[in-house]
């Protein structure tokens, strides 16, 4: 695989698509994009072996699994690899001195981009990549809470990796958690949605480029809609509505985890009476008065026993939720 993909290495510098992501940081790049193709690498720094350039000192099999990815396909035009394209340093910018020999005890300048040492900004190296990816990634990324935030593509994305764990049902998690220790602790919770089993994922209801389509930058428009993806059956509309639950399903369910059955926020009865009031039918069963009904009823299912239905009921006869 790496001697055909050196083999279509040509260092032709014209094409203009790889042009945006190196323009922003490399402004003689796009002064240079209509001149002859060596002169404007030698010029810019650019390497003219390209990827043989660096492989020469660079061949680790973590690097090169990059030839295993996407990125990595000299068939697709768009990629770093194609033929024409910029290879290693469309990400990593020119090589320059970076590249040449260095007397002992001389230290060695560091690549531009995604390197130690390298004093490119978060934003810098964020735009090489949108660069050739604003397709993907629409307009939702800038202004994104992740962006906002200074977060690093290269942060949730590893694009050595033969596989991105990010981009795994099973491995996707772990990369947030770096972040989100407070959601790994919901998701190891007694209830909670069976992230830890790799059977759905964080991507699964969040969208981590996009904040602007909803609240907690979710899939869908709604936390509702987000929940009714999976379990349509409690979309309505019902004869008989139960207010709270086409108004937000996360009322009564905590939306990752809960030490509580059914994700719930509480247990009924408790869950309950935090929106019924103490007074009148359904907590005469829960004072002090009453502690005998009130047993039977927490401990058999509480509330639910009469109200099974909590969340509506097309029971033509199921007022009050009952059946
Ligand atoms: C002559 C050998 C040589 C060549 C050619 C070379 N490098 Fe390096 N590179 C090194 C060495 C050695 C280091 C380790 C850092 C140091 O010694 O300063 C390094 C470090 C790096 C790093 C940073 C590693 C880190 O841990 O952050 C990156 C990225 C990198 N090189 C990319 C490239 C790319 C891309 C090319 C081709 C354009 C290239 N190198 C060409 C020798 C080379
Ligand atoms: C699609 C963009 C992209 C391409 C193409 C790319 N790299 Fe990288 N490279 C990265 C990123 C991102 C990192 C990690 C930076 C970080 O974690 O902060 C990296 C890290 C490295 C490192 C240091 C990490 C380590 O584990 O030692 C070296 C060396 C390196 N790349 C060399 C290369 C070489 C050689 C090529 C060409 C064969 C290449 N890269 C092609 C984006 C790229
Ligand atoms: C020269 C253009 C170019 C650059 C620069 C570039 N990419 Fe890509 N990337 C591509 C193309 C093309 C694909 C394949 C897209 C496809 O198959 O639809 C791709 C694929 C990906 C994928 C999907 C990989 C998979 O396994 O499915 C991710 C994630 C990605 N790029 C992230 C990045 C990140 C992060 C950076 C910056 C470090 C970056 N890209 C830089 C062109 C680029
Ligand atoms: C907070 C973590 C995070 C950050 C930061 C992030 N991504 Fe992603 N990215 C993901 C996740 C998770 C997915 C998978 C989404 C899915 O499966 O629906 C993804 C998917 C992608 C894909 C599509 C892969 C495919 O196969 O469809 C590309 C391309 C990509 N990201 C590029 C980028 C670029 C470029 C940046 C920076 C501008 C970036 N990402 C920043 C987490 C992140
Ligand atoms: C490098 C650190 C980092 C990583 C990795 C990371 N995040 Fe974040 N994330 C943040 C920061 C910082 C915030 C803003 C503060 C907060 O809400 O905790 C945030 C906020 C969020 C939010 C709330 C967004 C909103 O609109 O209110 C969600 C959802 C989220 N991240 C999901 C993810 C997912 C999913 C992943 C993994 C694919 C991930 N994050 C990876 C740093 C990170
Ligand atoms: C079943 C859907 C679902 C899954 C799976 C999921 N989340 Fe969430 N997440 C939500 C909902 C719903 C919210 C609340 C959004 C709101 O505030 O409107 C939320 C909120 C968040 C927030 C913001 C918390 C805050 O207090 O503002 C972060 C961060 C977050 N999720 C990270 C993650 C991470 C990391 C994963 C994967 C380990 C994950 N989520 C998996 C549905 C989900
Ligand atoms: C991507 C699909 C998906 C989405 C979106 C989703 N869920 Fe789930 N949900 C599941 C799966 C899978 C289970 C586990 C079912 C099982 O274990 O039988 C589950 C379980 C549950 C349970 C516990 C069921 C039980 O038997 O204890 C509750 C409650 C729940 N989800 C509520 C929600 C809420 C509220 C939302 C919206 C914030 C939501 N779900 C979004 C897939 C999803
Ligand atoms: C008023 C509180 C409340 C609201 C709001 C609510 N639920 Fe529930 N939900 C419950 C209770 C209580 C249970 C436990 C039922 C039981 O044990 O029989 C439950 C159980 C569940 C279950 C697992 C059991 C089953 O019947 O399959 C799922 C899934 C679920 N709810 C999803 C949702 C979704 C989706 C929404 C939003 C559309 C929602 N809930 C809104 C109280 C609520
Ligand atoms: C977040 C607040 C909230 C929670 C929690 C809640 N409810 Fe309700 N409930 C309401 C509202 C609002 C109404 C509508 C009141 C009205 O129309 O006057 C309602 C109505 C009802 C009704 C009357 C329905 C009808 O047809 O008239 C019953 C029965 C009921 N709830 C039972 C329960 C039970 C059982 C629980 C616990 C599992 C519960 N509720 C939890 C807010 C809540
Ligand atoms: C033994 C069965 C039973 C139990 C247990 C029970 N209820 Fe009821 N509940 C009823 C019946 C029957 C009605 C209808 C009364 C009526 O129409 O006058 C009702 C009516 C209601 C109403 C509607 C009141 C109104 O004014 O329309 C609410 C709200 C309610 N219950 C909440 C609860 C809550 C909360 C609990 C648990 C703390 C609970 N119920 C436990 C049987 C029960």
Redesign the pocket.
Known sequence: MLDTIKKNVKKVMAWTGVGFAAAVLIAPVSHAQTREADSESAEAGYSRRGADTCLACHDDRHINAIFLTPHGNPNDARTPFAPGQLQCEACHGPGGAHTGRRDRGESRVPMPLFAKGSSASVEEQNAVCAGCHTQQLGHGWFGSVHETEGRACVECHNVHAEQDPVLSRNNQAEVCYTCHQEQEAQFEKA?A??VRFG??TCS??HNPHDSAAAEGSLNRVT??Q??Y???AEFRGPFVWEHAPVSED??LC?D?HGSNH???LVKRPPLLCQSCHSQAGHPSVLYTERSVENANINVVAGSCLNCHAQVHGSNHPSGPKLSR
Do not use: D, G, T
């Open positions: 209830y949605h069976p059977s759905m699964s209801c936390l509702n987000q929940c993806e999976c379990h399903c996360s369910h939306p059955p059914a994700l």
